[in-house]
């Protein structure tokens, strides 16, 4: 099984930036982020496809970017315009279905803070 390592985050202010990096130990096709903030149930942020294709939750939507290199093994999300309510731990997994990542399990995660 692919391990992936999340990295990235910390703590920024309203407004600021992030970019986040999955490196994972082989290939990957579908690549997915997803947050979990305290108290609330973790959620699909985006996905981007072994072709390029992108999805993103409405939330996020114009100012998350999901990217990938496929030399590295390695998938991106750039995060603009942070918003207080973007703190959560993200989490990437190899697949943009929550129960079935649930099933595949989860790395560390990288907490991101945004104060306001």
């Known amino acids: 099984q692919v391990q992936l390592v999340e990295s990235g985050g910390g703590l920024v202010q309203a407004g600021g930036s992030l970019r986040l990096s999955c490196a994972a130990s082989g290939s990957i096709n579908t690549m997915a982020w997803y947050r979990q903030a305290p108290g609330k149930q973790r959620e699909l942020v985006a996905a981007i496809s072994s072709g390029g294709s992108t999805d993103y939750a409405d939330s996020v939507k114009g100012r998350f970017t999901i990217s990938r290199d496929n030399a590295k093994n390695t998938v991106y999300l750039q995060m603009n315009s942070l918003k207080p309510e973007d703190t959560a731990v993200y989490y990437c997994?190899?697949?943009?279905?929550?129960?079935?990542?649930?099933?595949?399990?989860w790395g560390r995660g990288t907490q991101v803070t945004v104060s306001s």
């Open positions: 997994n190899p697949s943009d279905r929550l129960w079935l990542a649930n099933v595949r399990g």
